[in-house]
């Protein structure tokens, strides 16, 4: 059995989405099974490859987003009776490019070194975090961008939703539809149950933000200014009606809080604190 799957999230873009599962199957298609999520695609622009193609009224006139549409797939994966069969889940937006071969077994790889990660990052050039972190690092972090990150299952299983799962609230909060800061949400859910995430540049990655701003259109989203305009304001509606936050550098450091707790209980991961 594969030990991991790699979940592609498509809308509208097939032949972006194709280029990617070739690029995954092709150099880790011996570790990884590779499904396609079509968030509410139009039929004549799903990926060759889809797997689940969420269709209905709502998913057409929206999208899933990242929420729902990872918490979707691997709803689905459950259902068929093939999320317990997976290590590891490597959820990835379509525009991500990855630098060089054999991504997943290099994730995987880290993964095996660090059993207490349930969250593993890629790296990207122009994020502060790889100055920090140098080449062929990995270090611990209580905030990460968003972008593909690659799941240990047990994590998962440790903060999904257990009664009803579905593409609402699998992993993902579906409520917080443009994902505002779900990575933070997820970390601090991380740490607070003996989880830590990392950052590695032994696995680069960057997010191709070209298809946002040129082809709005095709993918049925607002355009990219529009977009970050309503990620904010609805994201900042979500954070104070669930939390109570009245901005993102307080779920900051509700993350950080349980960060610097988790390297009490395991004083032998200092050396990857940052």
Same mark, same amino acid.
């Given at each position: 059995?594969?030990?991991?799957?790699?979940?592609?999230?498509?809308?509208?873009?097939?032949?972006?989405?194709?280029?990617?599962?070739?690029?995954?199957?092709?150099?880790?298609?011996?570790?990884?099974?590779?499904?396609?999520?079509?968030?509410?695609?139009?039929?004549?622009?799903?990926?060759?490859?889809?797997?689940?193609?969420?269709?209905?009224?709502?998913?057409?006139?929206?999208?899933?987003?990242?929420?729902?549409?990872?918490?979707?797939?691997?709803?689905?994966?459950?259902?068929?009776?093939?999320?317990?069969?997976?290590?590891?889940?490597?959820?990835?937006?379509?525009?991500?490019?990855?630098?060089?071969?054999?991504?997943?077994?290099?994730?995987?790889?880290?993964?095996?070194?660090?059993?207490?990660?349930?969250?593993?990052?890629?790296?990207? =050039? *122009?994020?502060? $975090?790889?100055?920090?972190?140098?080449?062929?690092? /990995?270090?611990?972090?209580? &905030?990460?961008?968003? %972008?593909?990150?690659?799941?240990?299952?047990?994590?998962?299983?440790?903060?999904?939703?257990?009664?009803?799962?579905?593409?609402?609230?699998?992993?993902?909060?579906?409520?917080?539809?443009?994902?505002?800061?779900?990575?933070?949400?997820?970390?601090?859910?991380?740490?607070?149950?003996?989880?830590?995430?990392?950052?590695?540049?032994?696995?680069?990655?960057?997010?191709?933000?070209?298809?946002? =701003? *040129?082809?709005? $259109?095709?993918?049925?989203?607002?355009?990219?200014? /529009?977009?970050?305009?309503? &990620?904010?304001?609805? %994201?900042?509606?979500?954070?104070?009606?669930?939390?109570?936050?009245?901005?993102?550098?307080?779920?900051?450091?509700?993350?950080?809080?349980?960060?610097?707790?988790?390297?009490?209980?395991?004083?032998?991961?200092?050396?990857?604190?940052?």
């Amino acid at each position: 059995m594969k030990r991991a799957a790699v979940i592609i999230i498509n809308r509208n873009l097939p032949e972006v989405t194709d280029r990617l599962y070739r690029f995954i199957k092709r150099n880790d298609g011996d570790v990884a099974d590779v499904f396609v999520i079509e968030s509410g695609s139009d039929p004549d622009k799903l990926s060759r490859y889809h797997t689940w193609w969420a269709n209905w009224k709502d998913s057409v006139a929206q999208g899933l987003r990242t929420p729902r549409g990872f918490n979707y797939a691997l709803s689905r994966l459950s259902e068929e009776n093939r999320f317990g069969k997976y290590e590891f889940f490597f959820l990835v937006p379509n525009d991500a490019e990855f630098e060089g071969a054999g991504t997943v077994k290099r994730l995987i790889k880290e993964m095996d070194l660090h059993p207490r990660l349930g969250i593993l990052a890629p790296c990207a =050039k *122009t994020w502060g $975090e790889y100055r920090l972190l140098g080449k062929n690092a /990995t270090k611990y972090f209580w &905030y990460i961008s968003p %972008g593909p990150w690659f799941f240990r299952r047990q994590y998962i299983e440790d903060v999904m939703e257990r009664e009803n799962p579905d593409h609402m609230n699998f992993l993902y909060d579906g409520t917080n539809f443009r994902g505002y800061e779900s990575n933070i949400e997820l970390i601090a859910k991380g740490y607070a149950n003996d989880w830590g995430s990392a950052i590695t540049t032994k696995v680069m990655v960057e997010e191709n933000e070209s298809y946002l =701003k *040129t082809r709005a $259109e095709v993918i049925k989203t607002d355009p990219y200014e /529009t977009n970050m305009r309503k &990620y904010v304001e609805e %994201g900042k509606k979500w954070l104070r009606r669930k939390y109570g936050f009245n901005n993102r550098w307080t779920l900051q450091m509700y993350s950080k809080f349980f960060y610097e707790k988790f390297f009490d209980y395991y004083p032998g991961l200092r050396k990857y604190r940052v």
